[in-house]
């Protein structure tokens, strides 16, 4: 089983509010990503990191941010949620082991609902 | 923007049928091309990682195949069984970034 953990599982908030989806690996991988997911549609990556103190944006236009302060932790935080963040997001970790993408460890997600 | 497209988008199949899927991906700039399962309620699961034109993996009743100069993987499925059912998923890995691009998946049930 993949130690990587999210939280909250489910997230219910209003308008407007601030709020911060966690995600802690204890793999020690360097590489770590955001995905989200709206039903019936493919993987988007949103963010990820190479490593402390590097992060980049991913393909997917997001409103959110991410931080990358230790190799366990990215967080990421959206500053005034909206209905159309509604989504399920996931976050991944991997390595980078002899010059190959090893395979990505997912946590469970965050399924987030704004109102 | 680079497209991973997988087809069929879903399918049912009997208990005991096999049946395969497809990943097409971009010929060029590959690195590796990753196959996972998503059962409902849980997280993806890796498959197999692949890296070479022409590999071939196996893990038990499944089995893929690689080939990078003309952008295709299947994955193969030998006597699917009901716990077989789930969400297939492909992701493409090309080189110059640590980015992952994945297909919209192939959503399997096998109907005991």
């Known amino acids: 089983e993949a130690d990587i953990y999210q939280t909250p599982r489910y997230l219910v908030i209003g308008t407007g509010k601030k709020i911060t989806l966690e995600c802690s690996q204890t793999m020690g991988h360097d590489k770590m990503y955001w995905y989200q997911q709206d039903p019936g549609m493919e993987l988007h990556l949103i963010h990820y990191?190479?490593?402390?103190?590097s992060t980049e944006k991913g393909d997917l236009s997001s409103e959110s941010t991410v931080s990358r302060i230790r190799t366990e932790h990215f967080p990421l935080t959206l500053e005034s949620a909206r209905p159309s963040h509604t989504s399920q997001y996931l976050c991944?970790?991997?390595?980078w082991g002899a010059g190959v993408a090893t395979e990505q460890f997912f946590g469970p997600g965050t399924r987030l609902t704004v109102l | 923007i680079l497209n991973v497209e997988q087809s069929p988008q879903s399918l049912h199949v009997q208990e005991g049928d096999s049946t395969n899927f497809t990943c097409s991906f971009p010929s060029s700039n590959f690195y590796a091309l990753h196959w996972y399962r998503w059962e409902t309620a849980k997280s993806p699961e890796a498959l197999f990682v692949m890296t070479l034109n022409g590999d071939e993996k196996k893990k038990g009743r499944i089995s893929a195949t690689l080939n990078t100069k003309e952008g295709y993987s299947y994955l193969y499925i030998k006597g699917s069984q009901p716990e077989d059912s789930a969400t297939y998923l492909c992701a493409f890995f090309y080189s110059g970034t640590y980015k992952y691009i994945f297909g919209t998946g192939t959503r399997l049930k096998v109907l005991a």
């Open positions: 990191s190479y490593g402390v103190n």
């Open positions: 991944a970790s991997s390595e």
